[in-house]
C-alpha cells in the first residue's frame, strides 16, 4: 500500500475510533482505560486532533461566539483552539500581534513568560495581566513547514490568575495538539 494510502486508512480508522469510542472491554496498549478519545476536526487542508480536559465541556455557542474551531469551559473559565494562516515559519509574530491586540483592547495588561510546551512542535507563549481584572493565556505551535496554518490555545479569566487546575487543564489541551495531513497534502509533500 502506498504512503498517501495507508495514510488515508490512518486517518480514516482515526475519526472512526474518535466517533465510534473504544471497544467495550478492550483498552488499547499505547492508552491508559480511562484516556479520553481526541476529538479530530476537519480544517481547510488537514485535520487538527485535541484532547477534551478531564471536567471540560466543549461549548460550541462559545467557540463561534469567538471565531475559534473549539471552545472548552469548566464554568467559569474558557480556552479556545484556532488556526491562523502562517505568514512564514516565525509564528512568534501570531503571538506578538496576539499580545498588542489584547493590550490595546484592555490597556495596562503586562506580558510575562508562561511554562507550556507542546511536545512535538516548537510553542511560543506568553501571559498577560492586570492583577485583579483580567489574565491571558496565549500559546501558539507550529506543527512545520508542510502546514499553512499555526495552532494557537487561549485561555482568559477575569479578577484572578488560572488556578493550578486550570493550569494543568490548559497544559494538557496544548500538549494534545496534533496536526494531521491529508491525504493530498502527504502526496504534495514528497
Known sequence: MNRS??????????ALATLLGPLPGFASAAEPENAR?????PVKDFALSV?????WQANEEAAK???ALLA????EVTILVRTRIKLNENVTLHLESDKLAVQKQFPGMEPG?????????????????????LYVY????????????SVSVTMSKRTAAATPAELAAYKELLSSVK???TAKDEEDAQ
Open 65 to 67: 461566539k469567538a471565531q
Open 72 to 75: 472548552f469551559t469548566n464554568g
Open 51 to 55: 484532547v477534551q480536559p478531564a471536567g
Open 179 to 181: 496536526v494531521i495531513l
Open 5 to 14: 494510502r495507508s495514510l488515508a486508512v490512518a486517518g480514516t480508522a482515526l
Open 113 to 133: 513568560p508562561l511554562d507550556v510546551k507542546h511536545p512535538s512542535y516548537p510553542t511560543f507563549a506568553r501571559m498577560l495581566s492586570k492583577p485583579g481584572e
Open 37 to 41: 478519545p481526541p476529538l479530530v476536526i
Open 138 to 149: 496565549l500559546a501558539y505551535v507550529n506543527p512545520g513547514t508542510h502546514y499553512p496554518e
